[in-house]
């Protein structure tokens, strides 16, 4: 399989899925999918190629972009915990970070961290659980919803039923800072990573995109050879890893990229749209 840059090599494998993370990747930083990436993707669609958005947010973020995107089948959500059809709400699997584990984290960073605040997000990616220090904290960009509708518990509340997804922050000391913190706790048990977002996101061990992705391929009968996927941020840089050939955007972290087999443009540049067009031209 090869796929290069401009004026480069063309898909030479079958290309049976194309995976793709949402916000910094597929979506432009005013959060919409431009013509020339809709295009892209329906193309992929009308030659029989899956494809799938697997990102952090939940359900209920995924579908405020669906029909901007043209998804209505499968997506991944909470990194790889969720697995779940936007049009019928069937959950092919969750995969859920277990309450001991949660209060042995929370407990043992907010010795490290004092004012580490919490949320817990379940039910099929639309129960959220946050502390009211964690509300006040939020914004609707955070997690595509608005936070009166996070509820406002105590942290036992909070700690009291298993997550999708454990979110941690904190009012000044920053995600990647926070992440630092948490994984030198040596606590073993969960995995933990940040999406760019204000937080950092726990789910339970081995649960990442690449983990819910192998998942889903083996589901739709994909072989992981067959797979193309795309992705920015640290939270990617499995998937990125695992697929068949990973592609980090020109604005990418550093985890994404050095975990990437190439680098395209960047998600203002139409830098998915780009790739899967010369993936497409060489498949044809």
């Known amino acids: 399989m090869s796929f290069g840059g401009a004026g480069g090599s063309v898909w030479l494998m079958p290309l049976r899925l194309i995976a793709s993370d949402l916000d910094g990747t597929l979506l432009r930083d005013d959060l919409s999918v431009s013509p020339r990436t809709r295009r892209a993707l329906d193309a992929a669609r009308a030659a029989g190629i899956h494809v799938v958005p697997v990102t952090a947010r939940q359900p209920v973020g995924v579908r405020r972009i669906a029909q901007g995107a043209g ?4 997506a991944l959500c909470s990194n790889g915990a969720l697995g779940i059809h936007l049009t019928t709400g069937e959950v092919l699997f969750e995969r859920h970070l277990a309450p001991e584990m949660q209060r042995a984290l929370a407990e043992a ?35 595509k919803r608005d936070p009166a509708t996070m509820g406002r518990y105590s942290l036992d509340e909070v700690l009291s039923a298993p997550s999708l ?40 061990e081995g649960i990442t995109k690449a983990a819910g992705l192998a998942l889903l391929c083996e589901n739709l009968g994909v ?11 640290p939270n990617d840089a499995e998937m990125l890893a695992w697929a068949g050939r990973g592609v980090a955007m020109g604005n990418a972290h550093p985890e ?8 395209t443009l960047s998600n203002e540049e139409d830098g998915v749209a780009v790739v899967i067009e010369r993936a497409l031209a060489g498949l044809g």
């Open 256 to 263: 994404a990229r050095a975990a990437a087999d190439e680098v």
């Open 71 to 74: 998804f209505d089948g499968w």
């Open 223 to 233: 072989a992981q050879a067959d797979t193309l996927a795309f992705g920015d941020a």
């Open 109 to 143: 960073i907010r010795q490290q961290v004092p004012g580490t605040v919490f949320a817990s997000i379940r039910e099929a990616g639309e129960g959220f659980y946050a502390q009211g220090e964690y509300a006040d904290l939020a914004s609707e960009t955070d997690h």
């Open 165 to 204: 997804k454990f979110v941690l922050r904190h009012p000044e000391v920053s995600p990647p800072e926070l992440l630092v913190a948490v994984r030198a706790l040596g606590l073993t048990g969960f995995h933990a990573t940040h999406s760019g977002a204000a937080f950092v996101e726990v789910a339970a």
